[in-house]
């Protein structure tokens, strides 16, 4: 991720949470959660490591300006894979989430990391 910029990700704000980002001329909001398919995988405490058939990251962007606003982006994360939203790249690196970060907030050890890049000249 050398050449992408961090996303401002705060883990300890717990999940789901949202951002507002400027990237160029343009804004953008940012917003993360995840799903939990199957509840059991929260019973042992154990961070979730994401993606995993039980549960998953999924971010979204919409583009807020100029124009309406419009999402240009909703997918499950998967991390080093770069995603393609208009005119911008995203990547993501390896997500734990310790389960008292879901719905909740604190200084857990949860670990998102996740860049942005342009995707071409605007």
Same mark, same amino acid.
């Given at each position: 991720?050398?050449?992408?910029?961090?996303?401002?990700?705060?883990?300890?704000?717990?999940?789901?949470?949202?951002?507002?980002?400027?990237?160029?001329? /343009?804004?953008?909001?940012? !917003?993360? =959660?995840?799903?939990?398919?199957?509840? *059991? @995988?929260?019973?042992?405490?154990?961070? &979730?490591?994401?993606?995993?058939?039980?549960?998953?990251?999924?971010?979204?962007?919409?583009?807020?300006?100029?124009?309406?606003?419009?999402?240009?982006?909703?997918?499950?994360?998967?991390? /080093?894979?770069?995603?393609? !939203?208009? =005119?911008?790249?995203?990547?993501?690196? *390896? @997500?734990?989430?310790?389960?008292?970060? &879901?719905?909740?907030?604190?200084?857990?050890?949860?670990?998102?990391?996740?860049?942005?890049?342009?995707?071409?000249?605007?």
């Amino acid at each position: 991720m050398s050449s992408f910029l961090r996303l401002p990700v705060n883990p300890d704000d717990g999940f789901p949470q949202a951002f507002s980002m400027r990237f160029g001329d /343009r804004g953008y909001t940012v !917003a993360l =959660e995840v799903s939990v398919i199957d509840e *059991d @995988v929260l019973a042992g405490g154990q961070p &979730l490591v994401l993606p995993r058939p039980e549960a998953y990251l999924v971010v979204s962007v919409v583009r807020e300006e100029p124009g309406p606003a419009e999402v240009i982006l909703r997918r499950k994360v998967v991390p /080093r894979y770069e995603y393609q !939203a208009a =005119e911008l790249a995203l990547v993501f690196g *390896d @997500v734990s989430i310790d389960v008292r970060n &879901l719905n909740g907030a604190g200084a857990f050890g949860s670990r998102v990391v996740g860049g942005v890049a342009a995707r071409w000249a605007s």
